[in-house]
């Protein structure tokens, strides 16, 4: 297991097209976190799933963005109708949460969107 | 005030100089990340640590949970050292989603 793995590394989109993005965690972790982080700026918490439940949406994620995450291994990240403002890293990362603690927090290496 | 606070925001020095970066943090944690990131790059975690002082190579992290302070810092810097250093606590209840420092900009000049 080589870390969390995040696909493509990059995409270039039309304004309204759709996009989705791959992540690949590490195989025993059961904890999934999407990150969007626009340049400049430090990440910012979209959403997390707990093995396949979604379990908390930051009310950056519009009604445009759905993640899902359906055998509670790998997360797919889909944005529809992009716009510009969408343009950004968008970053993936895991962890084995166990007995309330989080272990061996991983970052993938992000998925650049731009949206032209 | 934002919740997570590092100190500078840009540092430039020379190869071989003692680097020092801190981060100062309002919440309540169970631990703290120091994540590494280079331009146009993801993110790397450096260390987690909830208590005294990590080291790997020439990193070491300290945390005072106390104060609620961490530093971290880097021993005979190198320009490869040069990326954004990032500070980051994940929140005790619920998620446990990671609240960002804004980042510290190293430039290590050969």
């Known amino acids: 297991d080589t870390g969390v793995s995040q696909d493509p590394r990059h995409k270039i989109t039309k304004r309204g097209q759709n996009v989705t993005f791959r992540c690949d965690p590490i195989?025993?972790?059961?904890?999934l976190y999407w990150y969007r982080q626009t340049l400049g700026q430090g990440p910012e918490f979209l959403t997390y799933?707990?093995?396949?439940?979604?379990?908390?949406k930051s009310r950056l994620l519009s009604d445009r963005f759905s993640a899902e995450r359906p055998k509670g291994s790998f997360s797919t990240l889909e944005i529809q109708r992009t716009e510009q403002g969408d343009s950004a890293m968008y970053l993936c990362?895991?962890?084995?949460?166990?007995?309330?603690?989080?272990?061996?927090?991983?970052f993938g290496s992000g998925t650049r969107l731009t949206v032209v | 005030k934002n919740e997570v606070e590092q100190s500078p925001q840009n540092l430039t020095a020379q190869e071989g100089e003692f680097i020092t970066i801190n981060c100062s943090y309002s919440?309540?944690?169970?631990?703290l990340h120091w994540l590494q990131q280079h331009p146009g790059g993801g993110i790397v975690s450096l260390f987690m640590?909830?208590?005294g002082k990590k080291k790997h190579g020439r990193l070491i992290a300290t945390i005072n949970i106390q104060e609620k302070h961490s530093s971290l810092h880097i021993t005979a810097s190198h320009p490869r050292d040069s990326a954004v250093y990032i500070c980051?606590?994940?929140?005790?209840?619920?998620?446990?989603?990671?609240?960002f420092g804004q980042g510290t900009r190293l430039t290590i000049n050969p």
């Open positions: 990362a895991s962890s084995f949460r166990r007995s309330g603690l989080n272990y061996g927090y991983t």
């Open positions: 195989s025993e972790h059961n904890r």
């Open positions: 799933f707990q093995n396949e439940a979604q379990l908390e």
């Open positions: 919440v309540g944690i169970s631990a």
């Open positions: 640590l909830s208590s």
């Open positions: 980051a606590v994940p929140r005790i209840q619920g998620a446990q989603k990671l609240v």
